[in-house]
Structures are given as C-alpha cells and as structure tokens.
C-alpha cells in the first residue's frame, strides 16, 4: 500500500524549532518530486515547499524562505522539514505530499503559541 | 503568484443534483513544458486532501465518473453530474504550473 506517514509535531513557543518528518512506503521514493503543504486552522491550503529526487533542487513560498528547510533521505524512504523561526501564524496541520498531491499523508499538528 | 479563485464558496445541493464549482487564475496555467497542471482535490470534514482530477480532466483511479473537469488557460470548471451523500465537503482547486503552486480559497459542499 503506498503511504505516508507524517511525524514530529507539536506545541512550541514562538521562535523555537520543530523538525516534521514524513515516513513513506510502497513505492520508490526516491523517483518522485516530494512536498510539504499545510493549513492553518479553518482556512485553505498552502504548497509550503517541495524538492526534486536527489534534493538539489528546493522551492519554498515566500513567507517560509531563510527559515524552513525542506531535505529527504532516499535511503531511509523520508522526507523532513526543519522549521526555525517558529511564528504564531506557522499553526497548522502540515502535510506531506507526494508530486502534485496525488498522494497525502493523514498530516501532523504544528501549534506555536506562548 | 499566481491567484486562484473559486465560485461560488459555498454550495448547497439537493441529493441526485447536479453541481458545478468554477475555478479561475489569474494566469495562464500552460506551463513550460506545454501541459495544464490544474488538479481538483476533495476533502471531507476531518481528513486529509485527496486529489479528484489531475491536468484538468484526467480522473484518478477509483474517483466515480460523476466528477469530471474541463476548461483552459484561466477557466476551470469541476462537476458533479449527481451529488451523493458521501461528497460533502471542501473541494479545492489547485495550479502546478508555476512555483509557488497555488490553491483557491475553497469550496464547501452541504446538502440541502
């Protein structure tokens, strides 16, 4: 079964730090595109960041650029993303996704808040 | 960036009506490789995101045929031929053309 597994949330203070990871299984990994996507508490989607196969090629929006850090290990079938900088408005439920969202992980809960 | 905007936000339906959620851009979504990277997503109160349609009309595997999209360059348009009980929920556009992909804001489907 082709799946994904994300880890690695929870509450933190502003200006502190989480790694998310996201765990796959059932297909090659290390052929696709992979992406982070969250959302915030009752509101819409977001494409945070996405990396090419062998990760030398990341994107991010404009609103996490110079503090998340989108990687993958190919060996180990994950990928992470490092958050820094943590803000109030980063709470959300984030995502891993495969390509262009054929595939989604049941997400995990990021809440920053003092 | 490219701006996505659904009509109308809110959509309620009768069981066995048709439904019919329009998508636009503020762009052109013909990427540089030729294709349309336009995709529907529905995603039922509590779960994650599953993606419908991928490149305007393509289905995925599984999705009834009751759901189908069409439309080019900026205009989109999802549709559900007869709406059933099980397709409540938010339906989300979403362009893959150009970085930063982009959603639109999402459309919630309530039966009547």
């Known amino acids: 079964e082709v799946q994904l597994v994300e880890s690695g949330g929870g509450l933190v203070q502003p200006g502190g730090s989480l790694r998310l990871s996201c765990a796959a299984s059932?297909?090659?990994?290390?052929?696709?595109?992979m992406s982070w996507v969250r959302q915030a508490p009752g509101k819409g989607l977001e494409w945070v960041a996405n990396m090419n196969l062998d990760g030398n090629e990341k994107y991010y929006v404009d609103s996490v650029k110079g503090r998340f850090t989108i990687s993958r290990d190919n060996a180990k079938n994950s990928l992470y993303l490092q958050m820094n900088s943590l803000r109030v408005e980063d709470t959300a439920v984030y995502y891993c996704?495969?390509?262009?969202?054929?595939?989604w992980g049941q997400g995990t809960v990021v809440t920053v808040s003092s | 960036d490219v701006v996505m905007t659904q009509s109308p936000l809110s959509l309620p339906v009768t069981l066995g009506q048709p439904a019919s959620i329009s998508c636009r851009s503020s762009?052109?979504?013909?990427?540089?490789?030729?294709?349309?990277?336009l995709n529907w997503f529905q995603q039922r109160p509590g779960q994650s995101p599953r993606r419908l349609i991928y490149?305007?009309?393509n289905r995925e595997s599984g999705v009834p045929d009751r759901f189908s999209g069409s439309g080019s360059g900026t205009d989109f348009t999802l549709k559900i031929s007869r709406v059933e009980a099980e397709d409540v929920g938010v339906y989300h556009c979403m362009q893959g053309s150009h970085w930063p992909w982009t959603f639109g804001q999402g459309t919630k489907v309530e039966i009547k």
């Open positions: 762009q052109s979504l013909v990427s540089g490789d030729g294709s349309t990277y």
């Open positions: 490149q305007v009309s």
């Open positions: 059932g297909f090659t990994f290390s052929a696709y595109w």
């Open positions: 996704s495969r390509r262009r969202g054929d595939i």
